[in-house]
């Protein structure tokens, strides 16, 4: 036993005295030198492991080797939910050129019919997709599995592709991206930064009093400009445009790109302050942009977008629309239209700088001549009498200072005076009755409201103790 003892420190002691301080050492045994590497040891240890208690494969597992014939190789993405509801609505089409051999959602161990959901595309229209279950595709070349599935935690919808050549799953997903952006729903649509699609209405040209200079002026340097973007790109040049509307409210800066959106076929995106509660979200918009283009990309009241002003202590929008209009990453094919109330809020890193915004056009308050139109364009599409040109130009006159907007509230009041009179249209003693009523009201905006401490102190004030 003492021997035995002796002989085993004497190992231990050449084991600790080895030189090489990785996994390889040598023992001196009564049979010779013995080499030994605890990696490959290991390596053999859990190989046996399998071979004698082989691990159990999961139902679903067993049937995607068995249709791959061998192991599989798994690749996956994830996408927010919107975008990832129309992303799987594009794998019909994409992948249209395999069969679909095998559709089915596993419940425990028994197969059941996958899982479709409804996603809204363009005018409102509602298409089904595959969001949950297993699909097996094959051609006469290749065989691979596609699953959706939805993720507990934030909903993200995920799409996972298994082929048995590592990688390919990987191409398959870059190819469903690319093509997507390429041919599927976004492309051309005009949306909003939420993925709901907007309807592009030329009727909205019909409610606008164009002056006629500065729809002379968007239509060369937004209509015209998407038009001859692919041709810059060919010769090299920048083609990539950033413009400002700028004016007063109820001016119709809205509504001039709405006009636009109509006009033009491409793709149309939005952005609107109300939507913006994230500053990851400017970020994505300009990146989808990019992917899209060419994009038109309307920003609404971009000054209040975010707080673009670094008069406001806290900015944190600013950053991501300097960087994605002109940072690392090139806009090539984006014209950027934006709108303000105020420009004097805006940024001069953002607005005076050639490559983020090149123009700002001055959208003034209507003249009679457009005020005259507007008025007439209104009671068209208003229940009204035949009500003399006469009235209208006296109206037209008389309404000096009044935006679009106060107009279409003097065309409402004129609406709401008529019922009150128990008649169904709009005749021309109610046409100026409205104006009188919008004009009072708007000079009463214009008052600023009695302090309660001069009420207080005024002998009309009525004191209450309690």
């Not at 030198?33 to 159990?56: F, R």
Request: net charge negative.
């Amino acid at each position: 036993m003492k021997e035995n003892k002796e002989e085993e420190n004497g190992i231990m002691e050449q084991i600790e005295e080895e030189e090489n301080n990785d996994t390889k050492f040598t023992i001196n045994s009564p049979i010779g030198d013995v080499s030994v590497d605890m990696l490959e040891y290991e390596a053999a240890k859990k190989s046996a492991k399998k071979q004698v208690n082989p691990p159990e494969l999961s139902l679903i597992t067993q049937k995607v080797q068995k249709f791959l014939g061998g192991q599989e190789e798994t690749d996956f993405i994830y996408f927010i939910p919107r975008l990832g509801s129309l992303i799987k609505l594009h794998i019909d089409d994409e992948f249209d050129d395999y069969e679909i051999v095998k559709e089915f959602y596993l419940h425990g161990s028994i197969e059941i019919p996958a899982i479709y959901s409804n996603t809204e595309v363009a005018n409102s229209e509602k298409k089904r997709f595959l969001q949950t279950g297993v699909r097996f595709y094959e051609n006469e070349t290749e065989k691979f599995v596609v699953i959706c599935t939805v993720d507990d935690y934030d909903n993200d919808e995920r799409i996972t592709i298994m082929t048995i050549e590592e990688g390919r799953g990987l191409e398959l997903l870059q190819r469903l991206e690319d093509g997507f952006y390429a041919r599927g729903v976004l492309k051309n649509a005009f949306f909003d930064m939420e993925y709901n699609f907007i309807s592009r209405n030329e009727m909205v040209d019909t409610l606008i009093a164009w002056n006629g200079d500065i729809k002379k002026q968007l239509d060369k340097d937004v209509i015209e400009f998407l038009k001859i973007m692919p041709l810059l790109k060919q010769k090299g040049l920048p083609n990539s445009r950033g413009i400002i509307l700028s004016g007063p409210p109820g001016t119709g800066k809205t509504m001039m790109a709405k006009s636009l959106a109509a006009q033009a076929n491409v793709t149309t995106i939005l952005i609107s302050a109300e939507m913006i509660n994230g500053s990851s979200q400017v970020k994505r918009a300009f990146k989808l942009g990019r992917k899209l283009a060419p994009t038109l990309m309307i920003i609404e009241d971009i000054d209040t977008a975010g707080t673009v002003s670094r008069k406001f202590t806290d900015h944190p929008i600013l950053g991501e629309y300097l960087q994605a209009m002109d940072g690392m990453e090139s806009n090539h094919g984006m014209l950027i239209l934006a709108t303000t109330n105020h420009t004097e809020n805006i940024d001069p890193a953002i607005s005076d700088r050639p490559g983020r915004f090149d123009r700002i056009i001055d959208v003034p308050l209507p003249n009679f001549k457009q005020r005259e139109l507007m008025i007439q364009n209104l009671l068209n599409n208003m229940p009204s009498e035949d009500i003399p040109k006469s009235v209208i130009s006296a109206v037209a006159k008389r309404s000096e200072g009044l935006s679009g907007a106060w107009l279409r509230e003097v065309i409402q009041c004129s609406l709401i005076e008529a019922i009150y009179e128990g008649k169904e249209e709009i005749g021309a003693k109610n046409l100026e009755d409205g104006l009188v009523d919008v004009l009072k009201r708007r000079g009463m905006a214009y008052h600023p409201t009695q302090n309660l401490s001069d009420l207080y102190h005024s002998r009309k004030a009525d004191v209450y103790t309690i």
